[in-house]
């Protein structure tokens, strides 16, 4: 009878507490809404193929290059510290794992007690005989050896749902190390680029100074032979002096983009071997973009927010379940004695306890609430995180989309710029050698020259910046 009433009033506590606790506030999620269109311009059509799924040894055939990014892959602290992130994530799955598993330890210990004599604990004891004509010792010790064990069991999927966000922030620190390693490569691969662009400047302000000292001979002879005056030496001089000059501060860069590749790599400033066979005769990639709907499945930074996402709902849930109440079964098996010889006496030493225990919040929800709205909170910046980072996927590929284009257009004119310039580079020596030109537009002619051909290295390398941004924009790199 007495058991029937204890389960009577252990179900009208748990229908109370789950009363109070189904009043839990409304979430305010919102849906992501990426909105994408079917392809990234109205003329490009609907074509599927994408380059941004080529693996990227494949993608870039240099094979300095590919030395280099491999070298990034195994030293770079940046992608070392995010597979650090993963390893803490992993961790974090087993400890929300264990949460919602029965815990069980072994525990032992030693004590003494003295209860006051006009106590109902005191005035019993002394009373009460351990042995016929033993009296209970006082103070009494305690010593106790027990097996002990918790359990709350998970009845709204709090714990499990706890879990399940904890792997989905698992899943998206991958994601983040695969957006980290499409970053290292675009980077690499755009400073080896301009490494090698640098180079070729230098070549051609050498090849310029040489041009240039032998254009100071003639005007030194023609002085001599009173066809030009002095100020015709020194502006020619001059002239040799600034492109000299040009060449220090190339240098200088050559060296930061060296140590900026070195940073990448994790290692200290050395040279960095490349390639140097021609870099103008480097032809860009031809790119297929595919299809808007595609950046959802290969760019890294996309599906990381995406993994965001669903944990942020997750712990919306999570938090949701702190307003029902919680069950709780704790046991304890042992043996236990006021004098530790008697710890061997069985059955008479065995302890045992089993208690169950019902909880849930009533009044003061204060804390509870706060995590709650929080969460919400999270989940609706998870949701605005993950807009802008696909809307910022797609700008990312229309804008390379038409950089390359652009680009292409732009070295084709400049291209011919140079060819006509240096054409009047050689008509203007000719003409200036028979005294038909005056030296200001030899000068100035070759001046226009070195300025055109290093405009088009520079349009060169952007060419080829825009391919491996292109890569990177369409989620390359990583795979």
């Known amino acids: 009878m007495r058991n029937k009433r204890i389960l009577k009033w252990v179900g009208v506590a748990f229908v109370a507490l789950t009363y109070y606790g189904c009043h839990a506030p409304n979430s305010v999620q919102r849906t992501p809404n990426p909105a994408l269109t079917s392809s990234y311009n109205a003329t490009q059509g609907t074509d599927s193929t994408n380059t941004g799924k080529i693996k990227w040894r494949d993608y870039f055939t240099d094979p300095y290059l590919s030395a280099l990014i491999d070298t990034a892959f195994s030293n770079n602290q940046e992608l070392n510290i995010t597979l650090q992130e993963i390893a803490i994530s992993k961790n974090e799955i087993r400890a929300r794992q264990g949460e919602y598993m029965p815990f069980v330890g072994l525990r032992g210990g030693a004590g003494v007690e003295k209860a006051g004599r006009y106590t109902q604990v005191g005035s019993s004891e002394a009373t009460t005989e351990i042995k016929p004509g033993r009296e209970t010792p006082e103070p009494l010790p305690d010593f106790g050896i027990n097996l002990f064990a918790r359990w709350e069991i998970d009845i709204w999927h709090k714990l499990r749902n706890a879990k399940k966000a904890a792997m989905y922030r698992y899943l998206s620190s991958i994601e983040g190390r695969n957006f980290t390693m499409t970053n290292i490569v675009a980077e690499i691969a755009n400073s080896y680029y301009e490494l090698r662009a640098l180079d070729t400047q230098l070549n051609i302000v050498s090849q310029n100074i040489e041009i240039q000292n032998n254009a100071l001979k003639i005007v030194k002879m023609q002085k001599e032979a009173t066809r030009v005056t002095e100020l015709a030496v020194r502006r020619f001089e001059a002239q040799v002096l600034n492109t000299t000059n040009r060449q220090y501060a190339i240098r200088q860069r050559i060296v930061e983009v060296e140590n900026r590749i070195n940073f990448l790599l994790g290692r200290y400033p050395q040279p960095v071997l490349r390639d140097t066979t021609s870099f103008e005769s480097l032809v860009p990639n031809v790119m297929q973009a595919g299809i808007p709907a595609q950046l959802l499945q290969n760019r890294p930074d996309v599906r990381q927010v995406e993994q965001d996402l669903i944990a942020a709902k997750l712990d919306i849930q999570v938090a949701r379940a702190n307003f029902y109440p919680s069950l709780g079964i704790s046991a304890a098996i042992g043996l236990q004695a006021f004098n530790p010889i008697y710890l061997g006496n069985v059955p008479k030493s065995l302890m045992g306890a089993l208690v169950g225990d019902l909880a849930g919040p009533l009044i003061n929800k204060n804390a509870i609430q706060a995590t709650y709205y929080s969460a919400n909170a999270r989940q609706i910046q998870a949701v605005y995180n993950y807009e802008r980072?696909?809307?910022?996927?797609?700008?990312?590929?229309?804008?390379?989309?038409?950089?390359?284009?652009?680009?292409?257009?732009?070295?084709?004119?400049?291209?011919?710029?140079?060819?006509?310039?240096?054409?009047?580079?050689?008509?203007?020596?000719?003409?200036?050698?028979?005294?038909?030109?005056?030296?200001?537009?030899?000068?100035?002619?070759?001046?226009?020259?070195?300025?055109?051909?290093?405009?088009?290295?520079?349009?060169?390398?952007?060419?080829?910046?825009?391919?491996?941004?292109?890569?990177?924009?369409?989620?390359?790199?990583?795979?």
Not at 403 to 425: C, H, M, P, W
């Open 389 to 479: 980072t696909v809307l910022n996927a797609y700008i990312e590929v229309v804008n390379q989309l038409s950089n390359i284009n652009n680009l292409g257009l732009a070295y084709d004119t400049k291209f011919r710029e140079v060819q006509a310039l240096n054409e009047s580079t050689n008509i203007a020596n000719r003409l200036f050698t028979s005294a038909r030109a005056d030296y200001m537009e030899v000068l100035l002619t070759q001046r226009e020259a070195l300025e055109s051909k290093f405009d088009l290295i520079e349009t060169k390398m952007q060419q080829m910046n825009a391919t491996v941004n292109i890569y990177r924009a369409l989620g390359g790199g990583w795979n």
